[in-house]
């Protein structure tokens, strides 16, 4: 890894570890620096803030859910199939959880809503083009940013209240596939 790459994941990661200590938003450009070893030289040459850091991280996790839902969908999903590739999206979100489990942690808590609201941006944006992708040649009831709207923050409420539940990760994968599969299938999103 070059000098750079590893001063950029330096402060991602130093970002993470401060994500223990205190919300998103109390955490200062300075302390991201000092804890991971870096000046605020280093930080200005990549990032002009603490939230072009942010986005960087969700970068990498949103490059490492393309891959993984790329291969989903090689893997069980030759014929294309709408809802084989909507559960092959939810487990690639559900997946994310698990390779980013520190993280992962943070969003799920309301005191740090601002991170939240971010990572659900990021999601919602891919998912959008995820869907205009599989929708075009369907005659929708509504327009794809809608659906997609709709599919997203329902299982993101579905998953958060889950969690919230104590349910693991197992029964919420076969729940949220359950949810789903009655959606996509019971021509709410399709017209007939």
Excluded at 42 to 52: G, H, I, L, M, V
Excluded at 109 to 116: G, I, K, Q, V
Excluded at 117 to 142: D, G, I, N, P, Q
Excluded at 161 to 177: E, L, P, Q, W
């Amino acid at each position: 890894m070059s000098r750079t790459g590893t001063a950029r994941e330096k402060l991602k990661h130093a970002l993470i570890l401060l994500l223990q200590q205190k919300q998103f938003s109390e955490i200062s450009t300075s302390e991201i620096c000092r804890r991971a070893g870096t000046s605020r030289v280093t930080f200005y040459e990549w990032y002009d803030d603490k939230q072009a850091l942010l986005d960087d991280f969700l970068a990498d996790m949103l490059s490492s859910a393309k891959r993984r839902f790329s291969q989903l969908q090689a893997a069980n999903n030759q014929n294309n199939d709408l809802v084989i590739a909507h559960y092959n999206l939810l487990d690639t979100i559900l997946d994310l959880n698990l390779e980013y489990p520190d993280f992962s942690r943070y969003i799920q808590t309301t005191e740090n809503e601002e991170l939240y609201f971010k990572y659900y941006w990021h999601v919602l944006t891919e998912a959008e083009k995820f869907t205009l992708e599989y929708y075009r040649s369907m005659r929708l009831a509504f327009s794809p940013e809608e659906a997609s709207s709709f599919l997203c923050t329902g299982l993101w409420g579905f998953i958060r209240a889950s969690r919230k539940a104590g349910d693991s990760d197992h029964a919420i994968r076969k729940n949220a596939k359950k949810l789903l599969k009655g959606i996509l299938t019971g021509n709410i999103l399709i017209r007939p």
